[in-house]
């Protein structure tokens, strides 16, 4: 077995713990930190550029082999005490696996014709954000755009996606103007999720050439001024007193509307 890392001072140590507290220094590297064997997996066969990959002792010699098939010659396993792998998990039963990974550079999501999109508009709670993200791809969207939403990168957004992040196609636009010049430019019809009796039900809605479906804040919902950028607004019927569901559950049935 390889040297075991015990020291809290070892640089690949305080660069995980850096990058796992700090929306900063992750933009100031370009990397983020990943934890769970399923999301290391996730990464490594997708090819995501893990730049380093640690394993406690006990991790190594339980999941040492299995991840080995996975992994390049380039990325080699760091190995390091369990008393380390307590001390820098961001769980309180961590299988003992991480990763350190580059944030992928910043792409021009291109608008595909007959594509399927859902716009996470002003989003702050990074369970929705990773639930939407993996619902997406469970549902096979052609894509999902963070605007004014939490940080996608950030460790609970990417845990919550479990993997999903490395699969749908995303992009981060926070000026309106430039998102809805691009949605236009790709020829997407844009739909406003809001809670009004007077917008028109989802479930008679025609999803037929390319889509685009904003969500809103989880408090406030879409600011006005955006719902009535789009070119219609819709609802999700509902009944008794109930009068709004969550984020993610809302995102996932109008998913699901847009997919069918």
């Known amino acids: ?12 140590i305080k660069l995980y713990q850096k990058l796992s507290s ?16 399923r999301i290391v997996e996730d990464a490594l066969r997708e090819d995501s550029h893990i730049e380093h990959l640690l ?6 010699e339980r999941f040492g082999e299995q991840l080995s098939r996975l992994r390049s010659d380039r990325v080699k396993a760091i190995v390091i ?13 961590t299988q003992g696996v991480f990763a350190v990974c580059h944030i992928p550079q910043e792409k021009h999501l291109v608008i595909r014709p007959g594509g399927r999109y859902i716009v996470l508009f002003g989003l702050q709670d990074p369970g929705n954000v990773g639930m939407i993200i993996r619902t997406a791809d469970a549902l096979g969207l052609d894509g999902a755009i ?29 000026d309106p103007d430039r998102l809805f010049e691009l949605l ?42 955006i719902s009535r950028r789009c070119d219609r607004r ?27």
């Not at 077995?1 to 690949?12: A, F, G, L, R, W």
């Not at 939490?150 to 926070?174: Q, W």
């Not at 109008?254 to 997919?259: G, S």
């Open 1 to 12: 077995m390889e040297n075991i890392i015990t020291s809290k001072d070892n640089p690949v």
């Open 22 to 37: 700090s929306k900063k220094e992750r933009l100031q590297y370009g990397l983020f930190v990943l934890e769970g064997l």
């Open 55 to 60: 394993l406690t002792k006990q991790a190594h």
């Open 81 to 93: 005490s369990n008393e380390l792998g307590q001390r820098i998990a961001s769980t309180d039963t």
């Open 146 to 174: 963070l605007s004014g939403s939490c940080e996608l990168y950030s460790p609970k957004v990417v845990r919550s996606t479990m993997g999903s992040v490395f699969r749908v196609e995303t992009l981060i636009e926070n």
């Open 184 to 225: 236009s430019e790709g020829g997407a019809r844009t739909s406003a999720a809001v809670i009004d009796r007077d917008a028109l039900p989802v479930t008679e809605c025609s999803f037929e050439g390319t889509e685009a479906v904003f969500i809103g804040n989880e408090g406030n919902g879409l600011p006005p001024e």
């Open 234 to 260: 819709i609802t999700i019927p509902m009944s008794g007193t109930i009068n709004s569901l969550n984020a993610a559950m809302a995102a996932g049935i109008l998913m699901w509307e847009l997919k069918k």
